[in-house]
């Protein structure tokens, strides 16, 4: 069984910085790419950035030179540094993982629990 835990949401002024941690653990073979979505109230989950095992990235455009995605693979763990905060980023975050548990599977899709991250004065 797989899980992903993620860290690092809270309250945090405008213009402010906050970093998030995912790590995946249990049985992995692979993670092929990882990635950050958030949803705010009545709004649908949005990608915000994902990176892959190459090490490319993307990220939403509402994002693009705020905040960064890393992951470190040894850990199996992405990162996403948020700087220069807005409160339009109040959302909870989810991290997400596409990976195969063991060779022999298929790549599969999984979740963390999320995480609420708080823009307001």
């Known amino acids: 069984q797989v899980q992903l835990v993620e860290s690092g949401g809270g309250l945090v002024q405008p213009g402010g910085s906050l970093r998030l941690s995912c790590t995946a653990s249990g049985t992995i073979f692979s993670i092929y790419a990882m990635g950050w979505y958030r949803q705010a109230p009545g709004k649908q989950r949005e990608l915000v950035a994902a990176i892959r095992s190459g090490g490319s990235t993307n990220y939403a455009d509402s994002v693009k030179g705020r905040f960064t995605i890393s992951r470190d693979n040894a850990k199996n763990t992405s990162y996403l540094q948020m700087n220069s905060l807005k409160p339009e980023d109040t959302a909870v975050y989810y991290c997400?993982?596409?990976?195969?548990?063991?060779?022999?599977?298929?790549?599969?899709?999984?979740w963390g629990q999320g995480t609420q991250v708080t823009v307001s004065s």
């Open positions: 997400n993982a596409e990976l195969k548990g063991l060779n022999s599977d298929p790549i599969y899709r999984y």
